[in-house]
């Protein structure tokens, strides 16, 4: 099929088609529908959009996901506990001839 007729098909312009075989990043995701659904391959489009056959996709947000999570409030009350034991027990030296640095 010629890219005119396919063009025309889709209702889209040549130039665009051309651009989709090019594998250009700036042509929309709804020309490329359109080409697809105009060459009977619809079922190409629903595998493309699956975002469980995106092994790379699923990869990073693998890498994303936080292991485990800690509220801000629980870290706070974590370093105020770690303060009160480092302190308890000890008591300010006073230095008779005046105060060391």
Same mark, same amino acid.
């Given at each position: 099929?010629?890219?005119?007729? @396919?063009?025309?098909?889709?209702?889209?312009?040549?130039s665009?088609?051309?651009?989709?075989?090019?594998?250009?990043?700036?042509?929309?995701?709804?020309?490329?529908?359109?080409? @697809?659904?105009?060459?009977?391959?619809v079922?190409?489009?629903?595998?493309?959009?699956d975002?469980?056959?995106?092994? @790379?996709? @699923?990869?990073?947000?693998?890498?994303?996901?936080?292991?485990?999570?800690?509220?801000?409030?629980?870290?706070?009350?974590k370093?105020?506990?770690?303060?009160?034991?480092a302190?308890?027990?000890?008591?300010?030296?006073i230095?008779?001839?005046?105060?060391?640095?």
């Amino acid at each position: 099929m010629a890219v005119a007729d @396919l063009a025309v098909r889709a209702g889209t312009s040549a130039s665009t088609v051309a651009r989709l075989e090019k594998g250009e990043a700036g042509v929309g995701i709804g020309a490329l529908a359109d080409v @697809l659904v105009a060459l009977g391959l619809v079922d190409r489009l629903a595998a493309l959009i699956d975002i469980r056959s995106d092994d @790379l996709g @699923l990869a990073l947000s693998e890498q994303r996901v936080p292991k485990r999570g800690r509220s801000s409030s629980a870290r706070l009350r974590k370093a105020a506990a770690a303060d009160q034991d480092a302190t308890r027990g000890k008591t300010d030296v006073i230095d008779p001839d005046g105060a060391a640095f």
